[in-house]
């Protein structure tokens, strides 16, 4: 009988050690290499081809799935879903990349309520978001007031994160809502400091350009707009979050033989 049960556990084990492993081997291996897989992320992020773009991004979602209750993880998860979102065609894509980057984000205020990066991913996918939606709609569901509501806690509680991309998203915000939200002079000191802290951001020379075009300052946006203009179309991302700068130098260019 003592040698009947020490076979069954035997036979057992054989039967299902290999499919306990392969459950088993996620949790084990996210403790050991989420830091790794982060880090291969941002390398691939870092180059100019849109495939390595891809495997960057999958290499940070594959990273939070290894060790999901990590903040920093859950911070690049919040990165990865934007820039899904940003590199997708379709409005239901960007939809689907904006609702999961605002769930992620959700977690990230609730458990860290003093770092500024849970209130700066919920302002980037609220706005990704309303970009998908009615205007109409987004208006009604409160979706400006929470863009300026968190890009403000985002700013006040670091303003410096991701070189100044609060002070950008914020002075994006105040250009581009209508009356009585649209406040030029408001747009123009957050952008003037996202340009401080990040003066190679097309996106930064761009939407100060336009917010300058706005307050009928030509001179200075044609300066900007021509150096915007003369930075490559295949510019990588980077540590602070940067979108895909292609579509911003296209638009620099753009405006600039219309200023001519």
């Given at each position: 009988?003592?040698?009947?049960?020490?076979?069954?556990?035997?036979?057992?084990?054989?039967?299902?050690?290999?499919?306990?492993?392969?459950?088993?081997?996620?949790?084990?291996?996210?403790?050991?290499?989420?830091?790794?897989?982060?880090?291969?992320?941002?390398?691939?992020?870092?180059?100019?081809?849109?495939?390595?773009?891809?495997?960057?991004?999958?290499?940070?979602?594959?990273?939070?799935?290894?060790?999901?209750?990590?903040?920093?993880?859950?911070?690049?998860?919040?990165?990865?879903y934007m820039l899904l979102g940003l590199l997708s065609k379709k409005k239901a894509q960007k939809a689907k990349w904006s609702?999961?980057?605002?769930?992620?984000?959700?977690?990230?205020?609730?458990?860290?309520?003093?770092?500024?990066?849970?209130?700066?991913?919920?302002?980037?996918?609220?706005?990704?978001?309303?970009?998908?939606?009615?205007?109409?709609?987004?208006?009604?569901?409160?979706?400006?007031?929470?863009?300026?509501?968190?890009?403000?806690?985002?700013?006040?509680?670091?303003?410096?994160?991701?070189?100044?991309?609060?002070?950008?998203?914020?002075?994006?915000?105040?250009?581009?809502?209508?009356?009585?939200?649209?406040?030029?002079?408001?747009?123009?000191?957050?952008?003037?400091?996202?340009?401080?802290?990040?003066?190679?951001?097309?996106?930064?020379?761009?939407?100060?350009?336009?917010?300058?075009l706005g307050l009928k300052q030509k001179n200075k946006a044609r300066r900007l707009l021509r150096r915007c203009s003369r930075m490559p179309l295949t510019t990588p991302l980077n540590h602070s979050?940067?979108?895909?700068?292609?579509?911003?130098?296209?638009?620099?260019?753009?405006?600039?033989?219309?200023?001519?």
């Amino acid at each position: 009988m003592k040698w009947t049960r020490v076979w069954m556990v035997v036979g057992v084990t054989f039967l299902v050690g290999p499919t306990w492993e392969l459950q088993a081997k996620p949790n084990n291996e996210g403790w050991a290499t989420w830091k790794k897989l982060l880090s291969q992320g941002t390398a691939m992020l870092a180059k100019k081809e849109k495939r390595h773009h891809y495997a960057g991004i999958r290499s940070l979602l594959r990273a939070h799935r290894l060790a999901p209750q990590r903040r920093e993880t859950l911070v690049e998860a919040c990165r990865a879903y934007m820039l899904l979102g940003l590199l997708s065609k379709k409005k239901a894509q960007k939809a689907k990349w904006s609702q999961r980057g605002r769930v992620l984000a959700k977690t990230l205020m609730r458990r860290w309520p003093k770092r500024a990066e849970g209130y700066y991913w919920s302002a980037v996918h609220i706005g990704m978001y309303a970009n998908t939606t009615n205007p109409l709609a987004a208006l009604f569901q409160g979706v400006p007031g929470k863009i300026e509501a968190f890009g403000n806690k985002a700013v006040k509680l670091n303003s410096k994160l991701y070189k100044g991309g609060a002070h950008r998203l914020l002075g994006r915000y105040y250009y581009k809502m209508p009356w009585p939200k649209k406040d030029l002079k408001r747009s123009l000191r957050h952008l003037q400091t996202s340009y401080r802290l990040d003066r190679s951001n097309a996106f930064s020379l761009l939407f100060l350009a336009e917010t300058l075009l706005g307050l009928k300052q030509k001179n200075k946006a044609r300066r900007l707009l021509r150096r915007c203009s003369r930075m490559p179309l295949t510019t990588p991302l980077n540590h602070s979050g940067r979108a895909p700068q292609r579509s911003a130098v296209l638009r620099c260019r753009k405006a600039l033989s219309r200023l001519r």
